[in-house]
């Protein structure tokens, strides 16, 4: 967060307390209704998710052989498998591999793309123009694609598919913070600290990354909501979660067999990550109003 | 023009080259040796020394590099190989594939285009009105949609509950062409949805955004109608990031194709690379995503050209 004091210079964080400038964001968040509605939404679906065990719900295993494909109502809410099991309690806990599965590819790919996207835009050079050209490259197949190839690669499964994600998230992340740091390197702060002898490590970590991270942030969230879409997809082809690990991908590819006969079987499960990615988007969207306010367009 | 052209054309070369070689590493990194892949799908006992010879055959005893500079010769002149599966080769599996995923991919991405723009201009012209209210939460929605949920709902409604459009498959126009159209509307709309929702977000963003610009003050000191400013000064000037984002969603298309031609069993590439994948079938998945990434840089190298036409001072740099 860069703050503009009254004699017009740039100077990384603000002077005020940290707990007043707490309260203030939050403030600011509270007042954007796109940032609250998203936040809602995520809110509700996490805590389905967490919940989901303490809920009263029968196990997502169990198998109640005298409501195969049941519709609605009754001890099954939102009706049955072709199992017999019950489809509401399936999604709160396909909710979980679901969310986790999204939340941790992106985590990984924070974690691998942001130290390379800083070093590539500080360092420049040759380091810069061959991470580039690679990322340039994975950029040329369609991310679904390469995600599909990548988890073929790595063989099914969740963690495969996860990992498969966050490789395919890498490049919008290094990309992203690359050309913050191209904008901001040559900045006051960042010459005032090489000049009283900071270490390269400390100028990148403790100053360019404060002020390059907000578009991150953002792309972050939004991030998610790709990644819940990717690894659902996944699911539905066959190489995310195996069952009878249940997850919203396998759960609306089952669903799509009886659509006629139990139609939420698919379109419940649609619905949910349709929510999920709404809310995210919306929380990423409320974010950049917030954070990032010159680059709507981007 | 041309020399821009030219260069762009030029531009895209390493990164054919670049995208070919992640292509080949990935296939490389497959488990399993691909000889015993081959064996294995035609179930015969083979000696070592069979082995041996077979590797010399298909080349694979030499280094990594060389074999990718045979297999990237053959690939040129359309040579991928056999499939695994069918024992075809992979050029025959691959050819009667395109011509659905083309048509409903062109088909989704023009009725895009048609919606997204006009809805985009309503929403920026009129600000902070209803109209601009409901087009961009309606884009919200859209951009939010899973492919499995607007295609779900089309299923189950339009196909299976009112019988007005078949549930899956795919009709040649050269075979029936009222049949071809009908088996195209649905998988169509599923892709067109949320391409339609980012071109709206975009062309709104954009026109907000060149609305505020001095030359439009000036078109309307000038005494032109609002109509004629937005349709003469603002809109080729607003296109261009809205053409950037034409570009990217051709790519959009081939990822949504691996859902949708799955969902509605349309035999296309996308369902071909789903279907090779699953049957471990290399040779075809290799051709499959190969031949997307060059359609995908194929269609960027068209966006380059049209962003140099409509803005000379981007051919000039």
Known sequence: MTTTTADGLRRPGGSRRIGTRVKLAAQRFAANPMAVCGLALVVFEVGLALFAPVLPLPSPDDIDTLAMLAGPGGTHWLGTDDLGRDTLSRLLWGARVSLASSTCSVALALLVGVPLGLLSGYLGGMFDEVVMRILDSVMALPPLVLALTIAAVLGPGIVNGTLAIAIVAVPTFTRLIRGQVLSIKHDDYVAAARSIGATRRAIIFRHVLPNAINPVIVQAALGVGFAIITESSLSFIGLGAQPPTPSWGSMVQVGFQYLELAPLLALAPAAAIFVAVLGFNLLGEGLRDLLDPNARLR | ?317
């Not at chain 2, 260069?7 to 390493?14: F, H, Y």
């Not at chain 2, 292509?23 to 064996?39: C, E, H, Q, Y």
């Not at chain 2, 991405?109 to 012209?125: F, H, M, S």
Request: charged fraction near 15%.
């Open chain 2, 1 to 317: 023009m041309l020399r821009y052209a030219l260069a762009r054309v030029l531009a895209t070369i390493p990164v054919v080259v670049l995208t070919s070689i992640i292509v080949f590493a990935l296939m490389r990194m497959l488990p399993g040796d691909p000889i015993t892949v081959l064996i294995g799908q035609a179930h015969v006992d083979v000696g070592e020394q069979q082995l041996v010879q077979m590797r010399k055959d298909l080349g694979l005893d030499q280094p990594v590099p060389i074999q990718y500079l045979h297999w990237i010769k053959r690939a040129v002149s359309g040579d991928f190989g056999r499939s695994v599966q069918s024992r075809q080769p992979v050029w025959d599996v691959l050819r009667p594939r395109i011509l659905p995923t083309v048509q409903i991919g062109l088909t989704a991405w023009l009725l895009a285009l048609v919606v997204g723009i006009p809805i985009g201009i309503a929403t920026a012209t009129s600000q902070n009105t209803w109209k601009d209210w409901a087009g961009s939460v309606g884009a919200l929605i859209g951009a939010a949609m899973p492919y499995f949920l607007v295609g779900g709902l089309l299923i189950y409604f339009v196909a299976l509950k009112w019988r007005l459009l078949p549930a899956s498959g795919f009709v040649s126009p050269f075979v029936d062409f009222g049949a071809s159209v009908r088996t195209t509307i649905l998988p169509a709309l599923t892709l067109a949805l949320g391409l339609a929702a980012v071109i709206t977000r975009q062309t709104r963003a954009s026109f907000i955004d060149v609305m505020q610009r001095a030359f439009i003050k000036t078109a309307r000191a000038k005494g032109l109608t609002e109509q004629r400013v937005v349709s003469r000064h603002a809109f080729k000037n607003a296109m261009l990031p809205v053409v950037t984002i034409l570009g990217i969603q051709l790519a959009t298309v081939f990822s949504g194709a691996v859902i949708t031609e799955t969902i509605f069993a349309v035999p296309g590439i996308g369902r071909l690379l789903v279907d090779s994948i699953l049957s471990r079938d290399y040779p075809v998945v290799q051709a499959a995503v190969l031949f997307i990434s060059l359609m995908v840089v194929a269609a960027n190298l068209a966006v380059d050209i049209l962003y140099g036409l409509l803005d000379p001072r981007i051919r000039e740099a």
